[in-house]
């Protein structure tokens, strides 16, 4: 069964880092594009960061160019971002998605984690 799992989620202050950790089960992540997604309360999801399977290049929100780093490692099937300079409107519960493909060409996914919160707050 296809699993994903993100953890990493926490509260930290304005200008602080985080990482977030997507875990694939069940299947290999190596023939799979991953997205990380983001929903705040009231607001409706939205794709921040996107890595394709066979090149790996990346697709970022323009909300978070410069600041947010997607990773895959597919050795331990896990796909990483790196959220640097947290701003409160970062807050939201973040999910990982995974497709079967190569590249990043739309935000459009079928599988999907539970999601980890991230709360940016002084």
């Known amino acids: 069964q296809l699993q994903l799992v993100e953890s990493g989620g926490d509260l930290v202050q304005p200008g602080g880092s985080l990482r977030l950790s997507c875990a694939a089960s069940?299947?290999?992540?190596?023939?799979?594009?991953i997205g990380w997604f983001r929903q705040a309360p009231g607001k409706e999801r939205e794709g921040v960061s996107c890595?394709?399977?066979?090149?790996?290049?990346?697709n970022y929100a323009d909300s978070v160019k410069g600041r947010f780093t997607i990773s895959r490692d597919n050795a331990k099937n896990t796909v990483y971002l790196q959220m640097n300079t947290l701003k409160p409107e970062d807050t939201a519960v973040y999910y990982c998605?995974?497709?079967?493909?190569?590249?990043?060409?739309?935000?459009?996914?079928?599988?999907w984690g539970q999601g980890t919160q991230v709360t940016v707050s002084s």
């Open positions: 998605a995974a497709r079967m493909g190569y590249y990043c060409s739309d935000w459009i996914f079928d599988n």
């Open positions: 069940g299947f290999t992540l190596d023939y799979y594009v």
């Open positions: 890595i394709g399977s066979r090149d790996g290049r990346t």
